[in-house]
Nanobody, 118 residues
Framework: QAPVVEAGGGSVQTGGSLSLSCTTS????????MGWYRQAPGKQRELVAT???????TYADSVKDRFTVHRDSGKDTVILQMKSLKAEDTAVYYC????????????WGLGTQVTVSS
Protein backbone atom coordinates (compact mmCIF):
# COMPACT_ATOMS: atom_id res chain seq x y z
CA GLN A 1 0.00 0.00 0.00
CA ALA A 2 1.12 3.53 -0.75
CA PRO A 3 2.44 5.47 2.25
CA VAL A 4 -0.36 8.05 1.99
CA VAL A 5 -3.91 7.35 0.82
CA GLU A 6 -6.79 9.83 0.76
CA ALA A 7 -10.45 8.95 0.99
CA GLY A 8 -13.79 10.65 1.46
CA GLY A 9 -14.14 12.91 -1.53
CA GLY A 10 -17.37 13.30 -3.39
CA SER A 11 -20.01 15.72 -4.55
CA VAL A 12 -21.92 18.02 -2.24
CA GLN A 13 -24.15 21.04 -2.53
CA THR A 14 -23.08 24.51 -1.55
CA GLY A 15 -23.21 24.85 2.21
CA GLY A 16 -22.76 21.15 2.75
CA SER A 17 -20.08 19.21 4.60
CA LEU A 18 -17.55 16.52 3.81
CA SER A 19 -14.86 14.75 5.77
CA LEU A 20 -11.64 13.59 4.16
CA SER A 21 -9.27 11.08 5.64
CA CYS A 22 -5.60 10.48 4.98
CA THR A 23 -4.32 7.12 6.11
CA THR A 24 -0.63 6.42 6.31
CA SER A 25 1.16 3.09 6.25
CA UNK A 26 4.75 1.99 6.22
CA UNK A 27 5.95 5.18 7.88
CA UNK A 28 6.20 6.17 11.52
CA UNK A 29 3.23 8.53 11.69
CA UNK A 30 4.48 10.34 14.77
CA UNK A 31 7.62 11.41 12.90
CA UNK A 32 5.70 13.21 10.19
CA UNK A 33 4.12 16.61 9.80
CA MET A 34 0.95 16.27 7.76
CA GLY A 35 -0.74 18.58 5.34
CA TRP A 36 -3.74 18.91 3.06
CA TYR A 37 -3.40 20.67 -0.26
CA ARG A 38 -5.77 21.17 -3.15
CA GLN A 39 -5.59 21.87 -6.83
CA ALA A 40 -8.45 23.25 -8.84
CA PRO A 41 -8.53 22.96 -12.65
CA GLY A 42 -6.13 25.43 -14.22
CA LYS A 43 -4.72 26.50 -10.89
CA GLN A 44 -1.63 25.73 -8.88
CA ARG A 45 -1.71 23.40 -5.93
CA GLU A 46 -2.31 25.35 -2.75
CA LEU A 47 -2.04 24.67 0.93
CA VAL A 48 -5.28 24.04 2.79
CA ALA A 49 -4.14 23.03 6.25
CA THR A 50 -1.15 21.58 8.03
CA UNK A 51 -0.75 19.85 11.36
CA UNK A 52 2.64 19.10 12.79
CA UNK A 53 3.56 16.02 14.73
CA UNK A 54 3.21 18.18 17.82
CA UNK A 55 -0.28 19.29 16.89
CA UNK A 56 0.45 22.82 15.67
CA UNK A 57 -2.11 23.75 13.03
CA THR A 58 -2.21 26.27 10.22
CA TYR A 59 -5.04 27.00 7.82
CA ALA A 60 -5.27 28.88 4.58
CA ASP A 61 -7.24 32.08 5.08
CA SER A 62 -9.83 30.85 2.61
CA VAL A 63 -10.80 27.89 4.80
CA LYS A 64 -10.40 29.28 8.31
CA ASP A 65 -13.47 28.81 10.47
CA ARG A 66 -14.86 26.30 7.97
CA PHE A 67 -12.30 23.49 7.89
CA THR A 68 -10.85 21.57 10.81
CA VAL A 69 -7.85 19.24 10.72
CA HIS A 70 -6.82 16.75 13.37
CA ARG A 71 -4.62 13.73 13.82
CA ASP A 72 -5.81 10.33 14.98
CA SER A 73 -2.58 8.79 16.17
CA GLY A 74 -4.28 5.51 17.01
CA LYS A 75 -5.15 5.05 13.35
CA ASP A 76 -2.16 6.88 11.80
CA THR A 77 -4.70 9.08 10.06
CA VAL A 78 -5.31 12.75 9.48
CA ILE A 79 -8.86 14.00 9.11
CA LEU A 80 -9.97 17.14 7.31
CA GLN A 81 -13.50 18.13 8.22
CA MET A 82 -15.02 20.63 5.83
CA LYS A 83 -18.25 22.55 6.37
CA SER A 84 -20.03 25.45 4.73
CA LEU A 85 -18.53 24.33 1.46
CA LYS A 86 -18.41 26.75 -1.44
CA ALA A 87 -18.09 26.24 -5.16
CA GLU A 88 -14.53 27.55 -4.97
CA ASP A 89 -13.63 24.64 -2.70
CA THR A 90 -14.00 22.34 -5.70
CA ALA A 91 -10.62 20.72 -6.31
CA VAL A 92 -8.60 17.57 -6.00
CA TYR A 93 -7.45 17.35 -2.40
CA TYR A 94 -4.05 15.86 -1.69
CA CYS A 95 -2.52 14.64 1.53
CA UNK A 96 1.15 15.19 2.22
CA UNK A 97 3.47 13.71 4.83
CA UNK A 98 6.84 15.31 5.55
CA UNK A 99 9.38 13.93 7.99
CA UNK A 100 9.85 16.40 10.82
CA UNK A 101 13.64 16.57 10.39
CA UNK A 102 14.41 14.95 7.03
CA UNK A 103 12.35 17.35 4.96
CA UNK A 104 13.21 15.55 1.72
CA UNK A 105 11.39 12.50 3.02
CA UNK A 106 7.97 13.47 1.77
CA UNK A 107 5.03 11.51 0.43
CA TRP A 108 1.97 12.54 -1.55
CA GLY A 109 -1.26 10.72 -2.03
CA LEU A 110 -3.01 10.42 -5.37
CA GLY A 111 -5.72 12.84 -4.33
CA THR A 112 -9.47 12.73 -3.89
CA GLN A 113 -11.96 14.84 -5.82
CA VAL A 114 -14.26 17.25 -4.00
CA THR A 115 -16.98 18.88 -6.07
CA VAL A 116 -19.25 21.55 -4.65
CA SER A 117 -22.21 22.64 -6.74
CA SER A 118 -25.25 24.78 -6.27
Amino acid sequence: QAPVVEAGGGSVQTGGSLSLSCTTSGIIFSNYDMGWYRQAPGKQRELVATITRGGEITYADSVKDRFTVHRDSGKDTVILQMKSLKAEDTAVYYCNAVHHTIRTATYWGLGTQVTVSS
